[in-house]
């Protein structure tokens, strides 16, 4: 069955604090992962997608990558204004729908 | 910068009752999806459309849900009749394509209270 995992729940950080996100993910053939952040009460707005293992992609403060079983979302020197929830989907190659994760939510404390 | 819209952003009914909830994708997409998300838990595929039909579905899109396409911009999904359990954010998506692994663009959500 196709799965996709989240951690942390939650993350708290200090302006400036640097971390990273993970998304574990298990598909029959993974035809993409895509990262999107989400503003409570606010629909998915996307941030990536990555296509195979080895790939990086970069916006801001954020990069994502991705390995054949994981995604991680690197935040650098975060800002107030990054707090969110950071949800990952991934689309097998049987079908088009995206199967999310339960995200991250990111609070940076100024 | 081309956005997906929806209408209403809130809608509260009865049980029993029928809603439907209004979408318009970006112009030049072709593929067209709905996700709900019930508070506290993950975005949930329901259905995608393509060329005027459904292309896939998941087993929450029963008999109870419909998609049509009235017009040249607008994406509907219809609820016949209405349970408590159908409380949900309601999020539409488009993407450019038929291949499928185009980036889906949601909109902002109709927030849908069943009473």
């Known amino acids: 069955e196709d799965q996709v995992t989240q951690s942390p729940e939650a993350l708290r950080l200090q302006e400036g604090e640097s971390s990273s996100l993970n998304c574990s993910y298990t598909v029959s053939g993974l035809r993409g992962l895509f990262w999107y952040r989400q503003d409570p009460g606010k629909g998915p707005e996307f941030l990536f997608t990555l296509y195979s293992a080895g790939e990086e992609k970069e916006k801001e403060r954020l990069k994502a990558t991705l390995t054949k079983k994981e995604s991680f979302l690197h935040i650098t020197a975060p800002k107030p204004e990054d707090s969110a929830t950071y949800l990952c989907?991934?689309?097998?190659?049987?079908?088009?729908?995206?199967?999310w994760g339960a995200g991250t939510k990111l609070i940076i404390k100024p | 910068e081309p956005e997906v819209t929806q209408t209403p952003s809130h809608q509260v009914t009865q049980m029993g009752q029928e809603v439907i909830l209004r979408c318009v994708p970006i112009?030049?997409?072709?593929?067209f999806y709905w996700y709900r998300q019930i508070l506290g838990q993950k975005v949930e595929f329901l259905v995608s459309?393509?060329?005027?039909?459904?292309?896939?579905k998941s087993e929450i899109f029963d008999d109870q849900f419909s998609v049509e396409r009235p017009d040249g911009s607008n994406f509907t999904l219809k609820i016949r009749s209405t349970k408590l359990e159908d409380s949900a954010m309601y999020f539409c998506?488009?993407?450019?394509?038929?291949?499928?692994?185009?980036?889906?663009?949601f909109g902002p959500g109709t927030r849908l209270l069943v009473l």
């Open positions: 998506a488009s993407s450019e394509t038929w291949t499928g692994s185009e980036t889906q663009y």
């Open positions: 459309f393509y060329n005027n039909e459904i292309s896939e």
């Open positions: 989907a991934v689309q097998a190659k049987s079908n088009y729908q995206l199967i």
């Open positions: 112009s030049n997409h072709l593929y």
